[in-house]
């Protein structure tokens, strides 16, 4: 595609529900990122995709926070049993290469937990 | 553990004026460095990447600086406009990117 692309734009939940965040990125971007940004915070890495591989899942905050990537294309950023705190924008980020490359964004997932 | 500081936070000049925002990072063992704005309520946009081995970047009235040794950047923006009002992000990628906090920038009419 010619952007990167993410939704949904707004999901409002409830406590203790489970949502789901999709990313696609720009079409063969090998490298995928996620980011989480609370209100008038900075970008929290949470983590990163080379291929359909992530080498680095530190970032994410606790064991209710999973993703996965297939084709080497979609992306979700699955969140179980949220919870108020993880009220924030997900930002979905792809780039050409993981080292080289520049990192492109979307418009980001705002997620308001209830 | 890469820590990245952008100074100053916030900032308020007059329009016409030339700025320099200030990015510093802890590891020096970096593949790039990368700027981007993001207006409120938005994405990021991407300004200027420079790779590690590069010591500058320009696009029109933007210029970036690298001094990877010293793990110090500089965004440079000439001839400040009220629509470069917006929040500047520098991001170091050594493996996971990080980012700092960022610097609002506001230019008054």
């Known amino acids: 595609g010619a952007g990167v692309s993410q939704s949904p734009s707004n999901k409002v939940t409830e406590k203790g529900k489970d949502v789901e965040l999709r990313c696609d990125p720009i079409?063969?971007?090998?490298?995928l990122y996620w980011y989480r940004q609370r209100l008038g915070q900075g970008l929290e890495f949470l983590i990163y995709?080379?291929?359909?591989?992530?080498?680095?899942k530190s970032g994410l905050p606790s064991d209710r926070f999973s993703a996965e990537r297939t084709g080497e294309s979609v992306s979700t950023l699955t969140i179980q049993r949220t919870q108020q705190e993880d009220s924030a924008v997900y930002l979905c980020?792809?780039?050409?290469?993981?080292?080289?490359?520049?990192?492109?964004f979307g418009e980001g997932s705002r997620l308001t937990v209830l | 553990k890469q820590e990245v500081t952008q100074i100053p936070a916030a900032l308020s000049v007059p329009e016409g004026e030339n700025l320099v925002l200030n990015c510093s990072f802890t590891?020096?063992?970096?593949?790039?460095l990368q700027w981007f704005r993001q207006d409120p309520g938005k994405g990021l946009t991407s300004l200027l990447l420079?790779?590690?081995?590069?010591r500058e970047q320009t696009s029109g009235r933007l210029n970036a600086s690298l001094d990877k040794s010293s793990g110090r950047s500089t965004l440079y923006i000439a001839a400040s406009q009220p629509g470069d009002s917006a929040t500047y992000l520098c991001?170091?990628?050594?493996?996971?990117?990080?980012f700092g906090k960022g610097t609002r920038l506001h230019i008054l009419p």
């Open positions: 980020a792809s780039s050409s290469h993981g080292q080289t490359g520049e990192l492109f």
């Open positions: 079409s063969g971007h090998t490298a």
């Open positions: 995709f080379q291929g359909n591989s992530a080498p680095d």
């Open positions: 590891d020096s063992a970096i593949y790039n």
């Open positions: 420079i790779q590690s081995s590069q």
């Open positions: 991001a170091v990628d050594d493996d996971k990117i990080i």
